[in-house]
């Protein structure tokens, strides 16, 4: 990240990030023992981590001046400064796309071609979808599942299964999408494309989802009579649009952009409520929602400096290529993937958040991938789905959270039903045995802002 000199390897220099989880943590813990209602929520991370920033900067003889300077190059690394740019767009054109209606109009429409004895892996095909057009499993979620309850309540289908399966598909989309903020985070921290990433990542996950739509298959009930609401193609567009030129290779930003621009443009055509002013109202609503994680992104940038500077990324790289040595007798490729799998899943578990374990471990996975001749599309992918798996099966991470509280049940009910994620975990485990898969040799990816 940057081009100041490094100390030598130093453990000691990882004391912030872990400060920072302790304190984040710690009070998700403390909250949950006292019966707090999203208890790893109460305290957000954007300020967990400041007592953690304090003392990276207190680490060491440097001046404070030069040690903030080190912090804000760490803040101002243009891979950060783009996801944070990017992140602005993606949350736009979602709050654009859900004010004119389109969520609801899609998955209205999916429902309407499904047969009545396919709607379990219905489900799981919708939720996939939505998710991948939206690009948040969160969202998803939201919109998915009060069908989902009411196909319970005529049906007599498990609740816990149907959250499982729409929990499964949205971590489907979240994992591949191209405006989600976890292929943000692992394309820019790589340095990698984003369709490249895309391809790899659906090499792994395409096989573990077609397994759940037989396994659902095979397990679903006939149902006699399903109420949908009315849906308009013309709402569908804006995600098929943005689908079509990101799988075309078009820039991102120009991809995010239009599809802000589409979705405006139909809302004003076709619903008779949206206005401009509505239009802009949305705009802005999707930009403040990625406030936390854009800061969040910074702080995590500077500190991340803090602590490569003093050695701490250095101590840990000799530690994981000791550790491959002692396995292969010299660097080896699938040790240091599985190595970059460890490295996101543990700092997920920590964090329950994908996103942020991503961020935390992007800089630490890239130098993994540079010792260890990983081809930066697979590392990308790995260091993705990894967070993804872990994501869509903790009692505390958001989306199980949220899904638990809209429909009154456990998510640790909802946990057990997400067969998708467990499948996915096996994909990725037989991936790394094997080598698999292998893409077309390719020069050294650049980062799309540079190309």
């Known amino acids: 990240m940057s081009t100041t000199v490094k100390n030598p390897p130093n453990a000691l220099a990882l004391l912030p990030l872990l400060l920072f989880l302790v304190i984040f943590i710690g009070a998700g813990v403390y909250l949950t023992y006292t019966g707090t209602n999203m208890a790893f929520y109460q305290l957000s991370a954007t300020v967990a981590i400041l007592p953690a920033i304090v003392l990276a900067l207190i680490q060491g003889r440097e001046s404070l001046s030069k040690k903030i300077n080190i912090f804000l190059t760490g803040v101002g690394e243009i891979n950060i400064i783009t996801m944070c740019m990017i992140f602005l767009l993606a949350g736009g054109f979602a709050s654009v796309a859900k004010g004119i209606g389109s969520v609801d109009a899609t998955v209205n429409l999916g429902l309407t071609f499904i047969p009545l004895d396919f709607i379990l892996p219905g489900l799981f095909i919708i939720a996939a979808f939505v998710s991948t057009a939206m690009g948040t499993s969160m969202g998803t979620v939201a919109a998915i599942t009060p069908i989902a309850m009411g196909i319970g309540t005529q049906t007599g289908i498990s609740l816990p299964l149907l959250m499982g399966v729409v929990l499964g598909g949205a971590m489907f989309g979240d994992n591949l999408s191209i405006i989600s903020d976890t292929t943000i985070a692992a394309t820019r921290t790589q340095g990698c494309e984003m369709r490249d990433k895309f391809r790899m990542n659906l090499l792994i996950a395409l096989p573990a989802a077609l397994i759940l739509v037989v396994i659902l298959w095979c397990n679903g009930a006939p149902v006699q009579e399903l109420k949908l609401g009315d849906y308009s193609l013309w709402l569908v567009l804006p995600y098929i ?211």
Request: glycine share 10%; aromatic share 6%.
């Open 241 to 451: 649009v943005i689908l079509t030129m990101a799988l075309l290779g078009v820039n991102v930003f120009v991809v995010l952009a239009s599809g802000i621009l589409f979705s405006g443009i139909v809302g004003l055509c076709l619903v008779d409520s949206y206005t401009w002013l509505k239009w802009g109202q949305d705009i802005y609503a999707g930009f403040t929602g990625m406030n936390e994680i854009m800061v969040l992104s910074m702080l995590i940038g500077g500190m991340g400096e803090l602590i490569r500077f003093r050695g701490g990324i250095s101590w840990i790289l000799s530690k994981i290529e000791q550790l491959s040595r002692s396995l292969a007798g010299k660097p080896s490729t699938r040790a240091g993937e599985f190595c970059t799998m460890l490295l996101s899943a543990l700092a997920d578990v920590c964090t329950a958040n994908n996103t942020v374990a991503i961020i935390l471990t992007g800089g630490m996975a890239k130098e993994i991938a540079q010792k260890h001749n990983i081809d930066p599309r697979r590392n990308a992918s790995i260091l993705d789905i990894s967070s993804c798996v872990i994501q869509g099966l903790l009692p505390y991470a958001a989306q199980l959270l949220l899904a638990g509280s809209i429909a009154k049940i456990s998510p640790i009910s909802i946990a057990a039903n997400n067969w998708y994620c467990m499948l996915l975990g096996v994909a990725l485990l037989v991936s790394l045995t094997l080598g698999l898969p292998h893409m077309l040799p390719k020069g050294k990816a650049q980062p799309e802002i540079l190309s």
